[in-house]
């Protein structure tokens, strides 16, 4: 619930977010994707050769049997932009960056794989799910839970500008289901260090038989 202080009065509201909020966050995730899908068309026009080289020492040390991506990155890449919704969920910043961090996901999310279908076809298309798979599936679902709480966190904030407001309360049940997504994401690195390199070497076998 989140509590608001209106001329020494106490009003309810609840915090717990609305199917709009979701949505809202959800296309503007897909508005992200589809800028990420157009300009990984600019890339290969201005720096194809380049992007191509790099894309093709990412699956040498896929193809080694290694991770192309070391724990620590591994670290920032899943929780980066649920930890950074979760801070901006205690400030009314969060109103704008929010749905500006779902942009970004969705952009950097399609660029990866388009990126792969540019430079490689169809197979691309297959590497890029086999390199970014797991790790969509396990970021994508606690990043919008997380930025949505946290959307609707700071929108309840901007609602109250120029009144006197108390901190929004979060129960104990939405520490719980913050505590699962932590308890998914480790688990979700765990699987980009040891599954995500079989499946990338299964997927260059595959493309390279078709």
Same mark, same amino acid.
């Given at each position: 619930m /989140?509590?608001?202080?209106?001329g020494?009065?106490?009003?309810?509201?609840?915090?717990?977010? *609305?199917?709009? +909020?979701?949505?809202?966050l959800? !296309? @503007?995730?897909?508005?992200?994707? &589809?800028?990420?899908?157009w300009?990984?068309?600019?890339?290969?026009?201005? #720096?194809?050769?380049t992007?191509r +080289?790099?894309?093709?020492?990412y699956?040498?040390?896929?193809?080694? *049997?290694?991770?192309?991506?070391?724990?620590?990155?591994?670290?920032?890449?899943y929780? *980066?932009?649920a930890? /950074?919704?979760?801070?901006?969920?205690?400030?009314a &910043?969060?109103?704008?960056?929010?749905?500006?961090?779902?942009a970004?996901?969705?952009?950097?999310?399609?660029?990866?794989?388009?990126?792969?279908a540019?430079s490689?076809?169809?197979?691309?298309?297959?590497l #890029?799910?086999?390199?970014?798979?797991?790790?969509?599936?396990?970021? &994508?679902?606690?990043?919008l839970? !997380?930025?949505t709480?946290?959307?609707t #966190?700071?929108l309840?904030?901007t609602?109250c500008?120029?009144r006197?407001?108390?901190?929004?309360?979060?129960?104990?049940?939405?520490?719980?289901?913050?505590?699962?997504?932590v !308890?998914?994401?480790?688990?979700?690195i765990?699987?980009? +260090?040891?599954?995500?390199?079989?499946?990338?070497?299964?997927?260059m076998q595959l493309?390279?038989? @078709?």
């Open positions: /989140a509590r608001t202080t209106v020494g009065h106490f009003s309810k509201r609840a915090l717990e977010p *609305g199917a709009v +909020q979701a949505l809202l959800a !296309v @503007v995730c897909a508005l992200g994707m &589809l800028a990420g899908f300009y990984a068309g600019r890339c290969r026009e201005d #720096a194809g050769e992007l +080289q790099y894309l093709e020492r699956c040498q040390l896929y193809g080694e *049997g290694g991770s192309a991506v070391s724990a620590l990155t591994a670290v920032r890449l929780f *980066g932009y930890a /950074a919704a979760f801070l901006l969920g205690f400030t &910043l969060g109103t704008a960056v929010v749905p500006a961090l779902a970004a996901y969705g952009f950097t999310a399609m660029f990866s794989v388009a990126s792969f540019g490689f076809g169809r197979s691309g298309v297959a #890029a799910l086999a390199a970014l798979g797991v790790r969509v599936v396990f970021t &994508l679902p606690c990043f839970w !997380v930025g709480h946290a959307w #966190a700071s309840s904030m609602a500008r120029g006197r407001c108390a901190p929004v309360v979060r129960d104990s049940a939405y520490y719980t289901r913050l505590l699962l997504c !308890v998914w994401l480790i688990v979700g765990l699987c980009e +260090q040891t599954v995500t390199p079989y499946l990338f070497q299964a997927a493309t390279q038989t @078709v």
